[in-house]
């Protein structure tokens, strides 16, 4: 079964460390049954999130993703088929924005929902490259 990658952005609807807690313990419960891995950039004023798994079962999670009022103005950004995943040992990563994705204004002002494919890719490229911030 080929192999998919979809990344979003959106951003976060009435954000506090419960919603998260909530959101990651379904997404991980979830994603393990279904062969889903990836990663969430996140941070009261922003989700972005990539997917990686069969094509169908991340179209499925995704279309459950896009009907949840916990986040608003969900921008797809990417979605490919790949031979490889990036996070394949987390049936989902949590992680703050980093600083060399963009300045806090920028986010503010939409660059997230802007992001190129190729740039949004790289990001989670990078990240998958780095250690998880504790
Ligand atoms: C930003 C964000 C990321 C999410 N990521 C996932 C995910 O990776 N996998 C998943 O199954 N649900 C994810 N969810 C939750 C789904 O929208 C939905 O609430 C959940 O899948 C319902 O699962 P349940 O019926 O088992 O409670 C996410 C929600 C938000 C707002």
């Not at 990539?50 to 499925?60: F, K, M, N, S, Y």
């Not at 740039?119 to 250690?131: G, N």
């Amino acid at each position: 079964m080929p192999l998919c990658q979809l990344i979003y952005a959106s951003r976060p609807f009435g954000f506090n460390a419960e919603m998260l807690d909530d959101i990651l313990v379904a997404a991980r419960r979830n994603n393990a049954r279904k062969s889903i891995t990836g990663a969430l950039v996140c941070r009261a004023d922003l989700f972005l999130q990539i997917l990686e798994g069969p094509r169908l079962a991340v179209t499925e999670t995704f279309g459950r993703i896009l009907r949840d009022d916990r986040h608003i103005e969900v921008a797809l950004l990417h979605c490919a088929d790949t031979s490889d995943r990036l996070f394949p040992s987390w049936t989902m990563r949590d992680d703050p924005p980093q600083s060399w994705m963009w300045p806090r204004e920028d986010v503010r002002q939409g660059a997230a929902a802007e992001t190129t494919t190729a740039q949004a890719v790289e990001i989670f490229r990078r990240l998958s490259c780095e250690p998880r911030a504790e």
